[in-house]
T-cell receptor, first 117, second 109 residues
Framework: GAVVSQHPSWVICKSGTSVKIECRSL??????MFWYRQFPKQSLMLMAT?????????EQGVEKDKFLINHASLTLSTLTVTSAHPEDSSFYIC?????????????FGDGTRLSIL | GQNIDQPTEMTATEGAIVQINCTYQ??????LFWYQQHAGEAPTFLSY??LDGLEEKGRFSSFLSRSKGYSYLLLKELQMKDSASYLC??????????WGAGTKLIIKP
């Protein structure tokens, strides 16, 4: 159980394009989802925490107007990279918090590799 | 501030044993996690420790000492597929997950 689906897995697009990434919890309800970014050979960097029905909480240094997060339902959160530029090229990973004690804090999607030309 | 330290890179031989250490200084503690991440993939869960001691799960074991702020991940009978990054993460008092930078493990034949 606790499967998280992330789509698309790979995006290549031109500079200036906006890209939407979806994160779905398939068999559970996720009141909290997390969005991470990972540059090559670096660890995960938390970008924002997404709570269903409320505004996302962004980490320091993350532009909320550039990285739009919507968590409209208990099973879906979306990250939109607006007017993407080459420096936004990265591996974006979502995760969903499972609201039960013990074992795992978060279940991860498979990630989205974003390449901006 | 909150800090998690683990070695940047380690090298080991196929069939051998390797121990990856993690030390942490966080505002509160609600558990420590180890994740494995292969290049280009999302992390996958390996273990969770909240009480002191050793948790064994097949070839992988994880140890925790809360008084020392210390954990290690022990990998036995290393296989080439174990080449990956291993991430240590701690749940702080607010259940925020604090991530270490990861240890890249290189397995040689």
């Amino acid at each position: 159980g606790a499967v998280v689906s992330q789509h698309p897995s790979w995006v290549i697009c031109k500079s200036g394009t906006s890209v939407k990434i979806e994160c779905r919890s398939l068999d559970f309800q996720a009141t909290t989802m997390f969005w991470y970014r990972q540059f090559p050979k670096q660890s995960l960097m938390l970008m924002a925490t997404s709570n269903e029905g409320s505004k996302a909480t962004y980490e320091q240094g993350v532009e909320k107007d550039k990285f739009l997060i919507n968590h409209a339902s208990l099973t879906l959160s979306t990250l939109t990279v607006t007017s993407a530029h080459p420096e936004d090229s990265s591996f974006y990973i979502c995760s969903a918090k499972v609201d039960r004690a013990g074992s795992q804090p978060q279940h991860f999607g498979d990630g989205t590799r974003l390449s901006i030309l | 501030g909150q800090n998690i330290d683990q070695p940047t890179e380690m090298t080991a031989t196929e069939g051998a044993i390797v121990q990856i250490n993690c030390t942490y200084q966080t505002s509160g503690f609600n558990g420590l996690f180890w994740y494995q991440q292969h290049a280009g993939e999302a992390p996958t869960f390996l273990s969770y420790n909240v009480l002191d001691g050793l948790e064994e799960k097949g070839r992988f074991s994880s140890f925790l000492s809360r008084s020392k702020g210390y954990s290690y991940l022990l990998l036995k009978e290393l296989q080439m597929k174990d080449s990956a990054s291993y991430l240590c993460a701690v749940w702080d008092s607010n259940y925020q997950l604090i991530w270490g930078a990861g240890t890249k493990l290189i397995i040689k034949p």
